[in-house]
Each structure stands twice: as structure tokens, then as C-alpha cells.
């Protein structure tokens, strides 16, 4: 029985929740499971305790009473039609996400987003600290919360807050352009652990602290002698920094990639297509960072060169609707119809497409079959925290087939590198990373794919929360711990 005065030991605060609302015609809510990593990742971990998850339900609304699933307590955060304008739409997605993606497009600072930021923040740390148990462990996600940990410090001393960044942390010649970087820094140095994708994430955050704080720090710890509010304190917090980068189910993936039907169905898709002898695949939210147009302008190129001809090599690029009211993402639509119109036009013939191009959400079944209905899979982007489509690529070539062409600049590179390694920026050397990926034999395409699995499947989602959770769990936090 769900009682609102409930307390957790296991508190998971993201944006969003591992289910969507969806109100159906006649005004009935049903809330549908979101395919996410976090979701496996953290299912693994809530099973044995008593836990919570906070998150944002994706719509306007207002809060919904919390319920509980498969054992967990999900705890619905309402946001305002405003708020999601503000927090989500704009501070989150069009100041914080260019702005730690290297400024591909330009961030746009406005102070009512940064209110909004700010009071969403403040909701969920109240929530938290009404859910917590005493001494829980707190597990906050993300750049839409990066004001959480100090303000639930400041509520609740007793807790232990962890955050991880599913995003890069840009260098601080870049995070120092925001206007409120002094209270995003302090923001986090509320938490008793850290976590980024990749050292370079850790180390630019440090250096932020340095330059802008004036913080020490010995190896990973950072010696923080502000309180949370930005006075000046007498006694040092000391927050640790580490790499802890996220990884996928690789036995689910795997198992499903090998069941009958996917298999059925990769066979079909191969068909549909009409049996090419190459197909290349993309498959991305549709974001500018995810390097699309650049992938599309090499695949272009390679076209006009002469180099591939349709029907033999076709490309199937899957881009998923994503953040569609935001007006950069708006563009990148035009733009990416724009360019596989005209390359159709010039370069596909009757029975001969050279680009198929599909703006929907798949479900992971046809995710498996299309991963092995793919002769070379295009990770291109021009930064990205991790990338998990490498990877649940990787996972479902079981029969160690297909070959990866993967960006340097994908926190999944650090990992990968028995991939294609590319850069994006440089559409020479793109093309010939795809052709060289094309033409490579079978016996050396497997030795990388097995090179690649082994990483993967050692390295998956589970030992990624373990991973994190144990650190988490000897972070040295207030003085004299750890
Ligand atoms: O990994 C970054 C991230 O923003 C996640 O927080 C989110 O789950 C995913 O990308 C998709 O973004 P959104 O929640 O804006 O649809």
C-alpha cells in the first residue's frame, strides 16, 4: 500500500521517469516503460532495497501521486507548462546541452530559464528530503539537476549524494561563458561523489573548481572550504572525482539479437531493401550533435565519386524524433530532409535508393534486427558523452560480423578502439574511413567485433552502478570520513 509518508535508503533522482505518461482518449493515464539504460542499470540496483525514483513524468502537468512498479517507488515530479519551457526546453536543452557539446550551436542565456532551472531544482531536493531515510544514499542524474546536491545538503547533512554526468563536461574555456557558473560549480560540489564519462570530464570540472572557486584538491578529492550557499566555512568538504563510464545490458541485448524473430526479421530488412551488398546504417536521436550532416555529406560525396552506387550499397539512416519544440532542432530537421532529398535526387534510380531515411522510434527488437541487418554501422558525432548505439551494436553482433566506424569524439572511443576510429569534422578522411571499413576482410572485421565484445560484455551497465555505487560509498564526504 503506497503511503506518502513513506521513507527509501535508496533514493534515484533523474529528469525523467523509467515510464511515460500517456493520457489516452478518454482522459485514463497509463504510464508505458521507457526503454532507457538507466532503467536496466538501476533495476539491477533498487531490487534489494527499499527505493525510490523522482523524475519528471514528459508532459506539463501537475504532480501525480507516487506508485509503486516491479518493487520500486516512482515518484512523479509535475513541472509547469512554464517550467518545462524553462528548465527543460531552455536552461537544460538550449543553454546547458550546447553549451558542454562544445558549443556546436550557439547557448542562449536567459535569466527567467535560469529561474526556472533553479526553482525546478529546489523541487526535487525538497522532494528528496522528504523521501530519504536517515543516512540514505542518493543518486542524482544529469545536467538538468546539477543545483540538487547542494541544496539538498543544506536540508538533509546526513545524506550521502552521489551525481553522474551523462554528458561531457566541457573545458572551462567554454563553461566559463555561463553567467551562473559560480552557483552551477557550488551546485555540485554538494554531492560526495562525482561521476563523468570519460578522465577528461573529471578533469575539466576540477579545473573549473580551481579557476573559478579557488578549490585545492589532492589526486581526486576537491577540498572545498565554501558552504553550499557560497559563504565561506571553516571546515573543508572534500568531493571526490572519477571517470565511471556508462555501459549497457550486454547479455539482454545479446539474448534478444539472437532470438528467431530478430533474426527473421534482420533478414527481412535486408530484403525490403532489396539484398544490397553493403548496407550502412545510422541510427541517432536527431540531434545536432550526433554529426548526421556531416555523415550524410561524405556519404554524399562517396556517390558522386563513384565510389558506392545504389542498389549495391544503400545507407539506412534512423533518426528519432527528439526535443522537437526547440528551434535548433527544428533546423536540423529541414536541413537533414534538405540533404537526403537532394542526395535521392541525385544518386538513387528506380528500385535503387541510395539513402532511406525513417524519422521514428524503434522498439528494441527492431533496434537488434536492424543492428544485424547492418554491414557497417555510422557513429559520427561531434561530441557525445558515451554513445550506447556502439555499444548495443557491439553486444548484438554475436556472430561476429560488421564493422563499426566510430568518432573520436564519443566517450565510447576511449573504449572501442578496435572500431574504425574517425573524425567527423574532416569529410576526406570520413570517406575513407567508410571505405576502408567496407572493403576490410571478414577475418580481420571479427577480430576487431570480438575485441570490442569482450570490452563491452566485462564492462556492462551492472559492473557500470556497482562501479559507481561503491565509490560513491567510500567517497571521504564530510571531514574526518574515509
Ligand atoms: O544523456 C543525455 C540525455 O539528456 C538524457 O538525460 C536523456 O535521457 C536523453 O539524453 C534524451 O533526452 P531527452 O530526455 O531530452 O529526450
Known amino acids: ?288 550533435t550526433k554529426g548526421i550532416r556531416h555523415r550524410l555529406r561524405a556519404i554524399s560525396e562517396l556517390f558522386a565519386d563513384g565510389d558506392i552506387a545504389a542498389p549495391e550499397v544503400t545507407l539506412l539512416q534512423i533518426a528519432t524524433p527528439s526535443r522537437e519544440r526547440v528551434s535548433a532542432y527544428q533546423d536540423l530537421r529541414s536541413q537533414v530532409d534538405g540533404q537526403v532529398g537532394r542526395i535521392n535526387g541525385d544518386h538513387s534510380g528506380i528500385g535503387a535508393t541510395a539513402v532511406h531515411y525513417l524519422h521514428h522510434a524503434y522498439p528494441k527488437e527492431e533496434m537488434a534486427a536492424l543492428f544485424q541487418a547492418a554491414d557497417v554501422l555510422l557513429v559520427t558525432p561531434l561530441r557525445d558523452g558515451m554513445n550506447l548505439v556502439a555499444k548495443e551494436y557491439v553486444a548484438s553482433r554475436w556472430d561476429g560480423r560488421g564493422a563499426l566506424v566510430l568518432s573520436e569524439f564519443t566517450g565510447a572511443a576511449q573504449e572501442l578502439n578496435s572500431a574504425f576510429l574517425c573524425n567527423p569534422h574532416d569529410i576526406a578522411g570520413l570517406k575513407g574511413t567508410i571505405l576502408t571499413a567496407m572493403r576490410e576482410d571478414p577475418a580481420s572485421l571479427r577480430k576487431r567485433m570480438l575485441a570490442m565484445r569482450r570490452r563491452v560484455r566485462s564492462h556492462d551497465v551492472h559492473a557500470w552502478a556497482q562501479r559507481y555505487l561503491t565509490a560513491l560509498e567510500a567517497a571521504p564526504g564530510k571531514p574526518g570520513r574515509g
Open 1 to 288: 500500500m503506497v503511503s506518502p509518508h513513506d521513507r527509501f535508503d535508496f533514493v534515484v533522482a533523474a529528469n525523467r521517469l523509467p515510464v511515460d505518461r500517456e493520457v489516452d482518449d478518454d482522459g485514463v493515464t497509463h504510464w508505458q516503460t521507457s526503454p532507457g539504460g538507466l532503467v536496466t542499470a538501476m533495476d539491477a540496483v533498487m531490487q534489494d532495497r527499499t527505493a525510490c525514483w523522482l523524475g519528471w513524468a514528459g508532459d506539463p502537468g501537475e504532480d501525480v501521486a507516487p506508485f509503486d512498479r516491479n518493487g520500486v517507488r516512482l515518484h512523479p515530479i509535475g513541472l509547469s507548462t512554464e517550467d518545462v519551457r524553462g528548465h527543460y526546453e531552455g536552461f537544460s536543452n538550449e543553454t546547458l546541452w550546447p553549451l558542454y557539446h562544445d558549443v556546436i550551436v550557439p547557448p542562449r542565456f536567459r535569466r527567467s530559464w535560469w529561474a526556472s532551472y533553479q526553482r525546478v531544482n529546489t523541487r526535487f531536493a525538497q522532494a528528496i528530503s522528504e523521501v530519504a531515510n536517515t543516512g540514505a544514499t542518493v543518486w542524482v542524474h544529469d545536467y538538468q539537476l546539477q543545483l540538487v546536491p547542494a541544496m539538498l545538503r543544506s536540508l538533509r547533512p546526513d545524506l550521502r549524494i552521489g551525481w553522474f554526468n551523462h554528458i561531457p563536461f566541457p573545458p572551462v574555456e567554454l563553461f566559463g561563458q555561463l553567467p551562473w557558473r559560480h552557483s552551477v560549480l557550488r551546485g555540485l560540489l554538494g554531492a560526495d561523489f562525482l561521476g563523468f564519462q570519460r578522465t577528461n570530464d573529471a578533469a575539466n570540472f576540477t579545473r573549473a573548481c580551481h579557476q573559478l572557486l579557488g578549490t585545492s584538491s589532492t589526486g581526486d578529492v576537491i577540498s572545498w572550504r565554501g558552504a553550499d550557499d557560497g559563504r565561506i566555512g571553516a571546515e573543508p568538504r572534500r568531493v571526490r572525482t572519477a571517470s565511471v563510464p556508462i555501459s549497457i545490458d550486454f547479455t539482454a541485448m545479446e539474448e534478444l539479437a539472437r532470438t528467431p524473430a530478430v533474426r527473421r526479421r534482420s533478414r527481412e530488412i535486408r530484403a525490403s531493401l532489396g539484398n544490397p551488398r553493403t548496407v550502412l546504417l545510422g541510427i541517432d536521436r536527431l540531434d545536432y
